[in-house]
């Protein structure tokens, strides 16, 4: 096992934290912890490789404010935009990199990356600031990113298939509603674990605290925490009532974990 470390780069929902137009005691909170970008994390292997999970809508947000200098690859959950749409972002690490970005995804998700960015794929001539330059990789089994292995983890958010991912000791599964039966053993012995933890009250696409505090329970990993997380939990009332061994996780916590690398 390699030693990685993981930072969260955004634990909040689709609409992130402040929600605009609210004015509820989570959304005017001074605790940082209470800010939340959407969901997003980042692993580096230490000299070796920098893996990215989802381009959020604030992906130049958050590689400003976490120093993100370097992705070698980028992992896709599934194609809502809260998880893609800040792809067009990837041009600053192009010319950085002068490379394409390695980018893994399911069929259905590159289907739809490819209609919303239509014009990083259909080979025209344009002038200004030019589009991303992607290389595509279709996720079809475990996968090697940047020399680290990569376990696909099926899950439902909703009645939508999409996928999490296990890196080692440490999976990361956000926006499930629901773990396929065939999909737990793919997570059996996990010592740090990361899933959706929308709300309390019960949401058709997400785990509640509850369900997900009932997944933890059933996988028993040494840690876990909880993101995708909604402007009803506030970090500090949330966490004071929380099982040991679970936490919420907030945006720029940074954790140690193993992961398989070559």
């Given at each position: ?27 005017r ?16 292997v ?77 080979g ?38 999409i ?54 329970a ?45």
């Open positions: 096992m390699t030693s990685a470390r993981v930072t969260f780069l955004g634990t909040g929902t689709s609409a992130g934290v402040p929600m605009v137009g609210c004015t509820c005691d989570v959304c909170s001074t605790d940082p912890r209470d800010k939340r970008l959407r969901p997003s994390i980042y692993l580096e230490s000299g070796r490789a920098a893996i990215l999970v989802d381009t959020t809508p604030d992906l130049r947000q958050q590689a400003l404010a976490y120093g993100i200098r370097r992705i070698d690859a980028i992992l896709f959950t599934h194609g809502h935009a809260d998880h893609v749409l800040g792809l067009d972002d990837v041009r600053g690490f192009n010319f950085a990199q002068k490379a394409p970005m390695p980018c893994y995804a399911a069929a259905d998700v590159w289907e739809h990356i490819r209609r919303v960015f239509y014009y990083a794929f259909d025209l001539p344009r002038k200004g600031g030019g589009v991303p330059r992607l290389e595509p990789h279709e996720i079809d089994g475990p996968f090697t990113a940047a020399g680290v292995r990569v376990v696909p983890v099926p899950l439902l958010h909703g009645d939508t298939p996928l999490g991912f296990r890196f080692g000791d440490f999976a990361y599964l956000t926006d499930c509603s629901a773990i396929p039966d065939a999909s737990w053993p793919l997570v059996a012995g996990v010592d740090t674990l990361v899933i959706d933890a929308l709300r309390d009250t019960p949401h058709s696409t997400h785990f509640t605290v509850a369900e997900a505090l009932e997944a933890i059933a996988i028993a990993p040494r840690r876990a925490y909880l993101t995708h997380m909604a402007h009803q939990l506030g970090h500090a009332a949330t966490s004071a009532r929380l099982p040991a061994g679970v936490e919420l996780a907030y945006d720029g916590l940074v954790l140690d974990v193993g992961v398989d690398a070559t």
